[in-house]
């Protein structure tokens, strides 16, 4: 038993072959096989009608309208001129703006990295209080693992701190056997 009627071909022309799911092209309105039915793949001939972009203005990032048979980039350039919203003056703007205070240090930060301790808007080569000289506290911070002179040593703390020194040796020795 046949069914002439069920399946389509392929309306490309080199292939025509008959397909069960036939695929329609929504710019012509043929039938195409899985392997023709893209726009690129038969060369529609209506596929400036689905092939449409809205340029954008590389200034102001806002979409220009270009309407049927004007070039994008006459009608960019046009709104780059006249209706632009971009502030010319703002790409001359300064980004680097906080200096740095450490004395015969030039360079400068986007953003403020200010001390803790002295309040000074520094680089991020000077932003530690060891690093630019900070004397606001008395003496300056001493550096990590150093103790500074006249301090109490500290103390460790911690679970392991509580617990008796027997009560741990027993505890290891009992690990060590297992």
């Known amino acids: 038993m046949e069914f002439p009627d069920l399946g389509k071909h392929c309306s490309e022309n080199t292939c025509k ?10 710019a012509c309105k043929q039938d195409f096989c899985k ?4 726009l690129a793949a038969h060369r529609c001939p209506f596929a ?3 092939d449409i972009q809205v340029p954008v203005c590389p200034l102001c990032n806002s979409p220009v ?4 048979g004007e070039l994008p980039d006459v009608v960019v350039g046009e709104h780059m001129d006249q209706d ?15 200096r740095c205070s450490k004395e015969g240090c030039k360079r400068k930060e ?5 001390c803790d301790e002295c309040h000074g808007s520094f680089c991020l080569r000077h932003r530690h209080p060891l690093d630019h000289g900070c004397q606001r506290g008395g003496h300056p911070p ?14 460790p703390s911690g679970a392991l701190n509580t617990l008796s020194p027997g009560w741990l040796a027993q505890r290891l020795r009992w690990k060590v056997r297992r």
């Open 84 to 98: 632009c919203r971009h502030n010319a003056g703002r790409s001359r703007e300064k980004i680097f703006t906080y």
């Open 48 to 50: 400036f009608r689905k």
């Open 17 to 26: 072959q008959l397909d069960f799911l036939p695929l329609t092209c929504d």
């Open 142 to 155: 001493s550096r990590a693992g150093c103790s500074v002179p006249g301090a109490p040593a500290p103390k």
């Open 35 to 38: 392997d023709h039915f893209t």
């Open 65 to 68: 309208p270009v309407k049927k």
């Open 110 to 114: 986007m953003l403020q990295v200010a």
